[in-house]
């Protein structure tokens, strides 16, 4: 498993905390070249000087995932250090909670802008590059709420489930040359931005969310990072278009309450 990826190429938007670095760790664990990109330039610099201490070849550029001039020199810097792109991995996202008639216009907008139009963007830049590495694997995060409605937060649900869409169609028109493009869908993880989210939510929150997971806890970002990673490798060279759930089981039914079954 340590080599499964030398020689390889990948992008990871969002790899300045949370899933995006664990993402970007087991990558290069597994012999991928990575290009970091994030909006901390602080964290960045920090995240990228410890991974090259360790020995990995990675290089950082901070940007918005949503700037196409970022995100097109993005891609441009990563061929430039590396000679190609295999594997394009949009993780950025933005969470944005209210109802429908209390999110203010900027906040819908921006909410749509990174966490949609920043995955349009590392497609439309980063696929002719995949394309002539002779194919290759884009993976979005998205989330469980990209397939099913989130309480209070209609403008980041209605985000994720467009990012689903976009991976689905991508996955029928780039199959002809060798591109696979499928979908991550976490539950709650435990990052800064569900923390955030928690903060900000009514009390008890955190408890009523956790009663839903079958496996009764939130998840771990490189327990994500494993799921991605395999979309990543060869070993997934027939998934494509998948929607795959990385939720403890949150999705699979309904559990009632203070349910647990015994081994």
Request: proline share 3%; charged share 20%; hydrophobic share 50%.
């Given at each position: 498993?340590v080599?499964?990826?030398a020689?390889?190429?990948?992008i990871?938007?969002?790899a300045?905390?949370?899933?995006?670095?664990?993402?970007a760790?087991?990558?290069?664990?597994?012999?991928?070249?990575?290009?970091l990109?994030?909006?901390d330039?602080d964290a960045?610099?920090?995240?990228l000087?410890?991974?090259?201490?360790?020995?990995?070849?990675?290089?950082?550029?901070?940007?918005d995932?949503a700037?196409?001039?970022?995100v097109r020199?993005?891609?441009?810097?990563t061929t430039?250090?590396?000679g190609?792109?295999?594997?394009?991995?949009?993780?950025?996202?933005i969470d944005t909670?209210?109802?429908v008639?209390?999110?203010?216009?900027e906040?819908w907008?921006?909410?749509l802008?990174?966490n949609?139009?920043?995955?349009?963007?590392l497609?439309?830049?980063?696929?002719?590059?995949?394309?002539e590495a002779?194919?290759?694997?884009?993976?979005?995060v998205a989330?469980?709420?990209?397939?099913?409605?989130?309480?209070?937060n209609?403008?980041?649900?209605a985000?994720?489930h467009?990012?689903?869409?976009?991976?689905?169609t991508m996955?029928?028109?780039y199959?002809?040359y060798?591109l696979?493009?499928?979908?991550?869908?976490?539950?709650?993880?435990?990052?800064e931005?569900?923390?955030?989210?928690l903060?900000?939510?009514?009390?008890?929150e955190r408890?009523?969310?956790?009663?839903?997971?079958?496996?009764?806890?939130?998840?771990?970002?490189?327990?994500?990072a494993?799921?991605?990673?395999?979309?990543?490798?060869?070993e997934?060279?027939?998934?494509?278009?998948?929607?795959?759930?990385v939720?403890?089981g949150?999705y699979?039914?309904?559990?009632?309450p203070?349910?647990?079954?015994?081994p």
């Amino acid at each position: 498993m340590v080599h499964e990826f030398a020689g390889r190429a990948a992008i990871v938007t969002g790899a300045a905390s949370g899933i995006g670095l664990a993402t970007a760790s087991l990558l290069m664990e597994r012999g991928m070249a990575v290009a970091l990109f994030d909006r901390d330039k602080d964290a960045l610099e920090e995240r990228l000087a410890a991974f090259l201490q360790a020995g990995n070849t990675a290089i950082a550029v901070s940007g918005d995932a949503a700037d196409p001039d970022d995100v097109r020199n993005l891609v441009r810097r990563t061929t430039g250090a590396f000679g190609r792109l295999d594997v394009a991995i949009a993780n950025a996202g933005i969470d944005t909670v209210g109802l429908v008639h209390e999110l203010s216009d900027e906040d819908w907008a921006r909410g749509l802008a990174v966490n949609v139009t920043g995955v349009f963007l590392l497609a439309k830049h980063g696929i002719p590059r995949m394309i002539e590495a002779g194919g290759g694997s884009f993976i979005a995060v998205a989330s469980a709420a990209g397939l099913k409605a989130l309480a209070g937060n209609a403008a980041y649900a209605a985000a994720k489930h467009a990012v689903v869409g976009l991976v689905k169609t991508m996955a029928v028109d780039y199959a002809a040359y060798g591109l696979r493009s499928n979908a991550v869908c976490p539950g709650f993880v435990e990052t800064e931005m569900v923390q955030r989210y928690l903060a900000s939510a009514p009390r008890g929150e955190r408890e009523r969310r956790l009663s839903k997971i079958a496996a009764g806890r939130f998840a771990r970002p490189d327990e994500v990072a494993a799921a991605i990673a395999h979309l990543a490798s060869r070993e997934a060279s027939y998934v494509n278009g998948a929607a795959l759930m990385v939720d403890g089981g949150a999705y699979a039914g309904y559990l009632p309450p203070a349910y647990r079954a015994s081994p």
